[in-house]
C-alpha cells in the first residue's frame, strides 16, 4: 500500500514538473549533483523514493533527512523537494 501510494504520488508530481523552475535550490550533496541523496553520481528512482520516504517531515521528526530538503521551503520535505529532484532525473 505504501509502494502504491509512492508510485502515485511520483505519477503527479511527473506531471506537475512545470512548476520546477520557480524554486531555489541548494546542492543537495558536495558533488555538486542536485537530488543525489544516496550519492551514486546519478539522480534516480532510489533519490526519489529516498526524498519520498522523507516527506511531510521537518528537522524534529524521526524520519527527517536534511539532504532531501533541496528546495525552499527549507525545514520541511515537501512537495516542492520532490519537484526538484525530478527536474534533474538522470535515471
Known sequence: MKLLKVSILVLVLLLASTWMLAFN??????NGLIGDLDGDGDVDLDDIVITCMAYGSTPEDTNWNPDADVSAEFGIIDIYDIVTILYHYTG
Open 25 to 30: 535550490v541548494k546542492m543537495a550533496k558536495a
